[in-house]
């Protein structure tokens, strides 16, 4: 039996079956030994050797699309069921119907469509019995090309009817290439898209474009930015940084292709650099060259490393390709360019707030928590020299301090930047050591020339000691910061469970005291105040109070019931929250409401004094609120007295001066509270508009207790009667005291000696009893 694959290598000049009439030769007979390059594989299937040899010497030396023929063999159904059980990229299959059986060649049919699932292959049914012919449905069902009597087949016709069988079977495999390219390219969109950032994203569009060439990932992928180019107008980039590689690229991961590349990266560095100027796809016999266009800065470029020449659809494709990876890089560098604003801050490229607490959350649940801390640094006075120099010049100084900052590390550490001059660090305890990192500031910074020297203050937490999640950390850090802006500027504080426990106290306090507020827990008492020598009620001081009720429901929360709250705590609180503003104009309307009915009682001489808080006073509605409590009580503006610190009275006195003179204009008189616990310069205290000084109630209470103790008390009283004011004194609690402050010439004075603070209508009582 003749061999099962040849190419045409002998001429039988005697055919049995098949019979050529007399033609014109439809080409130059002669046969081919050898076959290289790409070929039409062709097979015979027929039990008459005659008929292989003459259909071999009838084509064998002919070309159909640019390309040879080569005949596989078969001189049976079960052979060719064999034979094709192993052989691929079959074109033609020139099939006998009557073999071993009459109708074995249609059941090779069904057996090739049906078992072996072979669609693209094209069948053309031959038959030396002119009165057999396979049945319409069997032709249609079974897609056979074509059917023909090998008596009628001349040379000519053989040729035509295989040519034609082999451009269908040609465009039939251009389509289904086509197809399973576009199902590929559709599959890549997705998977690619599923990948985040540029690098991730690039090496999976070499690992795609080597999927779809039917090959391992091989090249290169280089990024272009035009801004980044020493020329802009140079037509071939100089540099190029490698965002992905692979293959015989493999050694180039996180490098670059330059012009003085030699061996295969300058073959990449000059192809990638024309694709770019050129701005479209280029292939070569040994290469292509993908370009990647976007509407961001930045171009993509790939180079790949061919084995063989590709296609026409292979370049279609790719083509198809390069437009959904453009618009999935575009999206990527969207995306990456959205995780970088929403992860790092833009000044100084570090990682901002939001990361930082990842990265605090994975190092708690890590390992390293237990020899981590966090601290924090912010610049002292950052303000006021961004207000005096610049945002500009603020911005280049919070640089260098960032600069600095991650220059002087020592270890594994993380440095952030989580608000306007507020750094961060993270890192073990050898790391993040605040003496090293507070020495940082003992050298000026250079900004424009200048040297600027800036100090900072530092909160720490040890992470090892803490209980919750990375922003709770944050949070016990800023605490620490805080307390240590307040107790210890330029130094540093550790985080402490006590201060948690006061700062939890102190919100839980704050949320109480708005809806004790809005309950109307709140109230005033008034302690009087008195002439010494007369010993005659003069006024009195309106003092708030906050009688908390119970709100846990054990209690009905009626009449008196409820604890009191000390001022000493609510106040600060009060004004922390900036609640004070709505209490304080609560005070100022109760106090002038009821001096109005003191007077409608018979007390006209008789003066109330009300506490103004420092957030109070400085707030911009201050003088309207005070105008409206006045005008709408109708109290006389000359028997209300407003107090205020004397260390609020040194706090930028130019803006108190000029706030007092507003004041002072509604016709109400200004005390200084606690007088001699500030450390007045007496020259501001003559500029300001004051009427009364009061002396605070631990001088008061030394009067008693040492040899010196009346001195400061003694120096207050000259100091007042030199400048024309009056004085009263706190805090009198016995007839010794009294006698003192009398004898030292202070006229007025207020205590428990006289009365304790009490309700409005006590209060009027008293004054009853007082004039009888």
């Known amino acids: 039996m003749p061999s099962s694959s040849t190419p045409f290598a002998a001429v039988k000049d005697d055919p049995d079956d098949l019979v050529f009439l007399d033609e014109h030769s439809a080409g130059t007979e002669g046969a081919t030994d050898a076959l290289p390059g790409p070929v039409w594989r062709v097979m015979i299937v027929d039990d008459d050797d005659d008929v292989h040899t003459t259909t071999t010497f009838a084509l064998g030396n002919l070309e159909m699309q640019q390309r040879p023929l080569e005949f596989l063999h078969a001189y049976s159904a079960a052979e060719a069921r064999e034979l094709l059980a192993r052989e691929t990229d079959v074109a033609v299959i020139l099939l006998d119907v009557v073999m071993e059986e009459d109708d074995a060649g249609l059941h090779l049919v069904r057996h090739i469509r049906e078992t072996l699932k072979l669609l693209d292959v094209r069948i053309i049914l031959r038959t030396g019995q002119p009165g057999y012919a396979p049945e319409i449905d069997a032709i249609r069902d079974f897609d056979i090309n074509d059917y023909k009597t090998k008596s009628e087949l001349t040379r000519i016709k053989l040729y035509t009817t295989v040519t034609a069988a082999i451009r269908s079977y040609q465009q039939i495999r251009a389509i289904g290439q086509s197809r399973c390219g576009l199902d590929h390219i559709v599959r890549a969109g997705a998977e690619l898209m599923a990948l985040q950032g540029a690098p991730d994203f690039a090496a999976g569009v070499l690992a795609q474009v080597g999927a779809l060439l039917g090959r391992a990932a091989d090249g ?68 292509a060259t993908l370009y990647f266009t976007g509407k961001s800065s930045r171009n993509f470029c790939a180079y790949i490393p061919l084995e063989r020449p590709l296609d026409d659809i292979e370049k279609r494709l790719l083509d198809v390709f390069c437009s959904v990876v453009s618009v999935g890089l575009e999206n990527v560098e969207l995306v990456s360019h959205l995780h970088t604003a929403a992860f790092y801050d833009q000044l100084s490229k570090l990682p901002n707030r939001t990361r930082l607490v990842e990265i605090l959350d994975a190092t708690l649940a890590g390992p390293g928590r237990e020899s981590a801390i966090l601290s924090l640094v912010d610049l002292d006075h950052f303000a006021e020299t961004n207000d005096a120099l610049g945002h500009q010049f603020g911005d280049l100084l919070l640089s260098a301090v960032a600069e600095r900052l991650q220059q002087c590390q020592h270890g594994n550490i993380t440095v952030a930047r989580i608000g306007g001059d507020i750094f961060s660090l993270l890192g073990d305890a050898a790391a993040v050591n605040p003496e090293r990192i507070l020495a940082l500031f003992a050298t000026p910074f250079s900004i424009d020339g200048q040297d600027v020297r800036v100090s900072a203050t530092m909160g720490l937490v040890r ?184 260390s609020m009275a040194m706090e930028e006195p130019q803006l108190l001066i000029e706030k007092l003179a507003e004041v002072k204009r509604t016709g109400v008189s200004i005390a200084i509270d606690d007088f001699g616990t500030g450390f007045s ?64 010439g202070c006229p007025m004075a207020q205590g428990f000696l006289f009365a304790r603070p009490m309700p409005p209508a006590e209060l009027n009582a008293w004054l009853l009893n007082e004039q009888r």
């Open 463 to 646: 992470l090892a000691e803490h209980d919750g999640s990375g922003a709770d950390a944050l949070k016990d850090a800023d605490i620490a910061l805080k307390r240590a802006k307040v107790q210890q500027r330029t130094g540093h504080f550790y985080f402490s469970r006590s201060m948690g426990v006061e700062i939890r106290q102190r919100v839980r306090m704050m949320h109480a005291l708005r809806t004790g507020f809005a309950a109307g827990e709140l109230f005033l008492a008034y302690q009087p105040q008195v002439d010494l020598a007369s010993r005659r009620p003069v006024g009195a001081e309106a003092l708030l109070r906050w009688r908390m009720k119970d709100r846990s429901g054990d209690g009905d929360g009626d009449g008196d019931g409820g604890t009191l709250v000390s001022p000493a705590l609510f106040i600060p609180i009060a004004e922390y929250s900036g609640l004070i503003i709505e209490i304080g104009e609560f005070v100022l309307r109760s106090a002038c409401q009821e001096l109005v009915r003191l007077r409608a009682a018979g007390h006209l001489d008789f003066t109330m004094s009300v506490n103004v808080s420092q957030v109070q006073f400085r707030h911009p509605l201050f003088l309207q609120m005070l105008r409206s409590a006045i005008e709408e009580s109708g109290a006389p503006p000359a028997f209300v007295e407003l107090e205020i610190t004397e």
């Open 220 to 287: 290169v992928l280089c990024a272009h930015d035009p801004l980044d180019a020493a020329d802009p107008a140079d037509a071939l980039p100089r540099r190029l940084p490698v965002v992905a590689c692979a293959g015989a690229f493999g050694d180039l991961s996180g490098g670059v292709l330059t012009a003085a590349a030699h061996g295969a990266a300058a073959d990449a560095m000059f192809a990638v650099g024309a694709a770019l100027a050129a701005r479209e796809n280029n292939y070569a016999p040994n290469a």
């Open 681 to 744: 310069s007496l020259s501001y205290l003559q500029r300001l508009q004051i009427d009364r000084l009061k002396i605070d109630r631990a001088f008061v209470t030394e009067i008693t207790h040492s040899a010196r103790g009346s001195s400061i008390a003694e120096m207050v009283i000259q100091l007042g009667r030199n400048l024309g004011l009056s004085v009263v004194a706190e805090g009198v609690e016995d007839e010794r005291q009294a006698h003192i402050l009398q004898a030292l």
